[in-house]
C-alpha cells in the first residue's frame, strides 16, 4: 500500500508541471467596453476589464479564428486578439469582426 502512494505521489510530481505547461493567456481587446465584466465563450470564461478582456485556456481553440469570432458576437468588435507569442493580424481581425 506505501509503494502504491509513493507511485502515485511520484507520478504528481513529474507530470503536473507537463499539465500546466499548456495552459495559455489570451487576451481580446475591444472597441468599447463589452456589456459585462465576464462572458463564455464555448468553454472559456472571459473577464474584462474596460476593453480588455482575459481567459487562461488550453491553446487549441482560444487560438482560432472561430474563438475570436465567438468574442465578436458576445462582447463587440475586436480590435486585438491572441497570447502574448502569437497575435491576429489586420485581415485576420477583419475576419473575426464578419459575424
Request: hydrophobic share 40%; net charge positive; charged share 15%.
Amino acid at each position: 500500500m506505501i509503494y502504491r502512494y509513493a507511485l502515485l505521489a511520484g507520478a504528481l510530481v513529474l507530470f503536473a508541471p507537463l499539465a500546466h505547461a499548456g495552459v495559455r493567456s489570451y487576451t481580446a481587446t475591444l472597441a468599447a467596453p463589452p456589456p459585462t465584466s465576464s462572458f463564455v465563450t464555448q468553454n472559456l470564461v472571459w473577464h474584462c476589464d474596460g476593453t480588455t478582456c482575459v481567459t487562461t485556456t488550453n491553446p487549441n481553440y482560444a487560438k482560432s479564428l472561430d474563438a475570436c469570432r465567438e468574442i465578436a458576437t458576445r462582447a463587440g468588435t475586436v480590435t486585438s486578439y491572441g497570447a502574448p507569442d502569437h497575435t491576429l493580424g489586420a485581415e485576420e481581425l477583419a475576419r473575426c469582426n464578419k459575424h
